[in-house]
């Protein structure tokens, strides 16, 4: 008898979760194991881009920092550009920024000006998709350099926080929730 192992349950079988981290009463889902399993990793990336290879991706965004990891994998899969979105004051030449709220404060995200040139048509990539405020800047600011956010891609959802009602009704593709 043959029973098929889901993507799903591999990334969840190699997530490693860290309690009180980074601070007391978080559970940190770290996926550095799920990185450094080559055929999980191919797999992962395989499937994050695979629902926008026919859309027209010319520009993946990925968010600092495992969406670099992520998203310039992906970026390579889709034989698009890949574009970073860092944190201010991170990138050594003039940059857009976008503001965010957080529920302690705000913060932002910078990318080159130049960095997506109008009439580009965006997928931004990150690790995890939580309360959804990181990703629906990197979005937003995508849109302010004149590109199309054809949807966002994650390998990890932490489904309680709603993240997904952030992303600007955007399609949202995830591998696996917790």
Request: glycine share 12%; aromatic share 6%; hydrophobic share 45%.
């Amino acid at each position: 008898m043959s029973v098929t192992v889901t993507l799903e349950s591999r990334i969840r079988d190699a997530l490693r979760p860290i309690r009180d981290y980074p601070k007391p009463g978080i559970v940190f889902q770290d996926i550095t194991p799920v990185l450094g399993d080559a055929a999980l990793l191919h797999d992962a990336i395989t499937a994050m881009a695979e629902p926008f290879a026919s859309r027209g991706v010319t520009h993946v965004v990925g968010i600092e920092a495992r969406g670099f990891i992520l998203g310039g994998a992906v970026a390579t899969t889709l034989r698009a550009g890949f574009v970073p979105v860092r944190k201010p004051g991170r990138l050594p030449w003039d940059r857009v920024s976008e503001a965010y709220a957080l529920e302690y404060g705000t913060d932002a995200l910078e990318c080159h000006q130049d960095g997506l040139p109008g009439g580009s048509r965006v997928l931004v990539v990150d690790d995890v998709l939580a309360t959804g405020g990181t990703a629906s800047a990197a979005g937003r600011l995508a849109r302010k350099l004149g590109a199309e956010v054809l949807g966002s891609s994650f390998l990890l959802e932490i489904s309680f926080l709603k993240g997904r009602e952030r992303l600007e009704g955007t399609p949202c593709h995830v591998l696996a929730s917790v």
